[in-house]
């Protein structure tokens, strides 16, 4: 059945934008110092008339693609996708709300598109996350355009009234899914959200872990600084996974900083590079008995396991028994969060560069099953911010949102933030979602002073 507020897409124009990190990020063991930020446009149509929205992620290929080939010719091949995906998009001519078009077009073409790809490139396929991580800047500029074109923030757009299809259709059949839709598993907009900082494995963490070859830009290096300045209460802590002594001792040193500087919660991530679940425990137990201030401040445990669930079907009730166990890059879609669910895993990490579809998706599926939620960054920068902290505004997450972009690459952001100052400043340990608009995703575009490159359709040769 079509509503009259079905929109159909009739173009989209993809942007490309690099960034460069002022200082290193390692995920697992790839190190990263730049990035290309995908920037899309899409034009819909409806009903009643026709509109412009826009959507942003970086394109990490060192968090959706770890490998040992270079970090360029990965880069290149997630970009390819990104061209292929701004040709099909427009030609698959299907109508409807943003949720409908985005679930079709991953179960559908989406597929069809990385399957040319790869077939075409040849070598290493690119994984399945890395196909998500190129839609969802398209996946997302269509939610803001549907909700440009209706005059309406996206969030608000995603009940009964605006979707033909209750949940039932995309979850599983499932009695509670039936007359369900997201917008009754979102809660009120909060405006202020507490902030979790990144401390990377590379970051000093004290003076003595200086090298001399850090920046002189004006912003923070040392973890202290960073705290004072931002009034930072919440800590992500980037751990190694296979080295445990350092793992422990890394945990130890921030937890007596977090002590000292009053922060009253940390997380650990371990970046997927764990196959043993004893090792994660023994740490955990090892604070617990050592240092019970800083166990007792460890809110959760983020993705210590491989990426691929289905592969990897490790048994991890004996961690999330100690501590909340969250998923990461397993959760590509619900599919995923169900079947760690039955692993143990008993909270899922949303993020918005893996779609706003299969975000949403995933959110209702864990809620309705007691899992916990968070919404963690891709380092977002520029527009890219500003739904990844609108979903952590309505997800009802065990505690705020991280936001790191301001850390890495503040200077990308000044165009966004001189409209949005309280989104990319940390202030009193929290971001400011006041200044947003009323329509869409509130980016109030037409007041952001920013130049963009030429525009990048098509295939690359």
Not at 30 to 45: F, G, I, N, S
Not at 272 to 283: A, F
Request: glycine share 10%; proline share 7%.
């Amino acid at each position: 059945m079509s509503l009259r507020t079905d929109i159909c897409i009739r173009a989209a124009e993809l942007y490309l934008l690099p960034v460069e990190l002022r200082v290193p990020l390692k995920f697992g063991d790839q190190v990263l110092e730049r990035v290309t930020c995908a920037r899309v446009k899409v034009t819909v149509e409806g009903a009643v008339g026709v509109a412009e929205g826009w959507g942003e992620t970086p394109l990490s290929a060192a968090w959706v693609w770890p490998s040992a080939l270079p970090y360029g010719h990965r880069e290149a091949r997630l970009i390819d996708l990104c061209r292929r995906i701004a040709v099909e998009l427009p030609s698959a001519g299907r109508s409807g709300h943003p949720l409908e078009l985005g679930a079709d077009f991953i179960a559908g073409p989406l597929g069809a598109v990385h399957a040319a790809a790869d077939a075409e490139t040849g070598g290493e396929p690119v994984p399945h996350l890395g196909a998500l991580l190129a839609f969802s800047a398209f996946d997302l500029a269509t939610y803001d355009a549907f909700g440009n074109l209706h005059g309406r923030p996206v969030f608000e757009l995603l009940g009964g009234d605006f979707l033909s299809r209750d949940l039932g259709a995309f979850l599983p059949p499932d009695e509670r899914f039936a007359s369900r839709f997201p917008g009754d598993y979102l809660e009120p907009r909060r405006e202020r959200l507490p902030v979790w900082h990144l401390v990377g494995g590379l970051d000093p963490i004290e003076e003595g872990g200086l090298t001399g070859a850090e920046p002189d830009d004006g912003y923070p290096v040392l973890l202290r600084d960073w705290i004072r300045r931002d009034g930072l209460r919440c800590l992500k802590v980037k751990l190694r996974g296979t080295d445990a002594e350092w793992d422990f001792a890394r945990m130890v040193a921030i937890g007596q900083i977090a002590a000292e500087e009053g922060v009253d919660w940390l997380s650990a991530d371990f970046n997927c590079t764990v196959t043993d679940p004893e090792y994660v425990n023994r740490i955990l137990d090892r604070l617990r008995d050592e240092h019970p201030a800083t166990y007792g401040r460890l809110l959760y445990v983020e993705q210590p396991f491989p990426y691929d669930l289905l592969t990897n079907r490790i048994d991890v009730h004996s961690v999330s028994a100690r501590k909340p166990l969250f998923m990461d890059e397993s959760a590509h879609d619900w599919t995923y969060v169900r079947e760690g669910r039955a692993l143990g895993w008993n909270g899922v990490a949303l993020k918005t560069c893996k779609s706003l579809t299969g975000a949403l998706l995933s959110l209702c599926w864990a809620k309705a099953h007691g899992m916990g939620l968070m919404v963690q960054d891709l380092t977002n920068p520029m527009l890219a911010q500003v739904p990844h902290a609108l979903l952590a505004a309505h997800a009802g997450t065990i505690m705020g949102v991280e936001s790191n972009g301001m850390q890495f690459y503040p200077e990308a952001s000044r165009p966004e933030e001189a409209v949005h100052p309280g989104l990319y400043r940390r202030r009193g340990g929290k971001v400011d979602l006041s200044t947003l608009g009323a329509s869409g995703f509130g980016y109030r575009i037409d007041e952001i002073v920013r130049e963009l490159p030429e525009v990048q359709l098509g295939r690359a040769d």
